[in-house]
């Protein structure tokens, strides 16, 4: 079946440092999301990735679609306190999403 | 508000026993999930549906089952053949297809079964 994977599974900062995560997936997407979960909450949305070679920005947050669709990263420039959570990916491949395990982002301050 | 809302936040069972998670949409979303988090771990899918009376099963859905008579609700019954049900259960919902848009979550319910 389809595997999704995303390192790191942990990264720890110094604040105003920054950090990205990898998503690469064994499948070709159709789209790739984006969701953020702070600790004890509940995921949020933070982007669709659906062309390929796909950036987009959101304030200190850079998304990426790699060329072949079966890759993304998101990165975050000079970290803040409020960054800190967990960021998932979730790849969409022959009509079901698969979510990536996540990497928690510490940031001390 | 338009929303997801599930309930109990939390959900304290005897192992053994039945229990259902509710989960409601006021969002007029056609697709609803069921995922379930273990620490440290990513969501993993148990039910999904992308239109009401019909449901797929996901990657886990031994020991659960679902119900989706409304468009506006879908909910989780865990059953006494899961091995293992002490998780975080989350639901969510999207317009249109399923996972073609972004996908709202409800709060979850944190069930602890002993």
């Known amino acids: 079946g389809q595997q999704v994977m995303q390192i790191p599974q942990y990264q720890h900062v110094q604040e105003g440092e920054d950090f990205t995560t990898y998503c690469n997936s064994s499948?070709?997407?159709?789209?790739i999301q984006w969701y953020k979960q702070r600790p004890g909450g509940h995921p949020v949305f933070l982007i669709q990735?659906?062309?390929?070679?796909e950036v987009k920005k959101q304030k200190r947050l850079t998304f990426q679609f790699g060329e072949a669709k079966k890759n993304s990263s998101l990165h975050i420039t000079a970290t803040q306190t409020t960054d800190v959570g967990t960021y998932f990916c979730?790849?969409?491949?022959?009509?079901?999403?698969?979510f990536g395990d996540g990497t928690t982002l510490t940031v001390k301050p | 508000d338009g929303g997801i809302t599930q309930s109990p936040k939390y959900l304290f069972r005897k192992e053994g026993q039945n229990v259902t998670l509710s989960c409601e949409q006021n969002?007029?979303?056609?697709?609803m999930y069921w995922y379930r988090q273990d620490p440290g771990q990513g969501l993993r899918l148990i039910y999904y549906?992308?239109?009401?009376?019909?449901?797929q099963k996901g990657d886990i859905a031994e020991g659960y089952s679902v119900s989706r008579e409304k468009k506006e609700s879908f909910p989780l019954t865990v059953t006494s053949a899961q091995k293992n049900p002490t998780a975080f259960y989350l639901c969510?919902?999207?317009?249109?297809?399923?996972?073609?848009?972004?996908?709202?979550f409800g709060q979850g319910t944190r069930l602890t079964v002993v």
């Open positions: 499948t070709t997407l159709s789209n």
């Open positions: 979730a790849g969409l491949n022959a009509g079901k999403s698969t």
């Open positions: 549906s992308q239109i009401v009376n019909d449901f």
């Open positions: 969510a919902s999207s317009y249109g297809q399923g996972w073609v848009t972004e996908a709202f």
């Open positions: 969002l007029n979303h056609d697709a």
């Open positions: 990735l659906v062309k390929s070679g």
